[in-house]
């Protein structure tokens, strides 16, 4: 079935380092990408997508672009700061489906 | 504000008790569904509706109930809670369900059943 796997956490990182989160993904039909963001005590977010191959999606200055060739989606941003700590989520969803599928979830800590 | 509500934030219970958490979202969305969160194991949709009166099951259905008679709101029953339905719950809305909108997620309901 789909699915989709991200490395796991915690990431700790320094101010300003740059951050790499894996997502690699299966899928029997045409996905669309997306990452989440949790923040403390709140509900998941969208943070970025990407509904076709080589689409890149970005937002507050995040990245990530929809590779078919290696079926991944990772996430990558060049200076994190203290208020990206968060959970992060990989997810997908397949053309004719119902329901969104997420990985579990990488947990980042930022350092000041 | 456009939102999705969840209320409450915190419950505590005991096995058996039935509960209701609700659910409510003032976008005119037609999708809604429920998550519950566990450590280790992401987020596992429990039930998803793409619209008034109809319902269906997710991933882990068994122990909940929904059900949706108005297109605002969303309840997740809990008719007889059991200690492993112990997790943190979240409603989420969308537009509707073509596989490419965005997820719009209420703040959470911790429930523990002791």
């Known amino acids: 079935g789909d699915s989709v796997t991200q490395m796991e956490g915690p990431v700790t990182l320094s101010e300003e380092a740059f951050l790499t989160i894996n997502c690699t993904y299966t899928?029997?039909?045409?996905?669309?990408l997306f990452w989440y963001v949790q923040y403390p005590g709140e509900g998941l977010q969208l943070l970025l997508k990407?509904?076709?191959?080589?689409d890149k999606g970005s937002n507050k200055g995040f990245e990530a672009t929809y590779r078919k060739e290696t079926t991944s989606f990772h996430l990558e941003k060049g200076s994190v700061q203290v208020s990206d700590s968060a959970v992060y989520f990989c997810?997908?969803?397949?053309?004719?489906?119902?329901?969104?599928?997420f990985g579990k979830g990488t947990r980042l800590h930022i350092l000041p | 504000e456009a939102q999705v509500t969840q209320n409450p934030r915190y419950l505590i219970t005991v096995t058996g008790k039935k509960l209701t958490v609700t659910c409510s979202q003032n976008?005119?969305?037609?999708?809604m569904s429920w998550y519950r969160q566990d450590p280790g194991l992401g987020l596992r949709q429990i039930y998803y509706?793409?619209?008034?009166?109809?319902?269906d099951k997710g991933d882990v259905p068994e122990g909940y109930k929904v059900s949706r008679k108005e297109k605002r709101n969303f309840p997740l029953i809990l008719e007889s809670p059991s200690p492993n339905q112990t997790s943190l719950y979240f409603c989420?809305?969308?537009?509707?369900?073509?596989?490419?909108?965005?997820?719009?997620f209420g703040s959470g309901t911790q429930l523990s059943v002791l």
């Open positions: 976008m005119n969305h037609e999708y």
């Open positions: 997810a997908l969803t397949v053309w004719g489906d119902d329901k969104i599928i």
């Open positions: 899928a029997t039909g045409y996905p669309s």
């Open positions: 989420a809305s969308s537009l509707s369900w073509q596989g490419t909108e965005k997820l719009f």
């Open positions: 509706s793409m619209n008034v009166e109809v319902t």
């Open positions: 990407a509904t076709k191959a080589d």
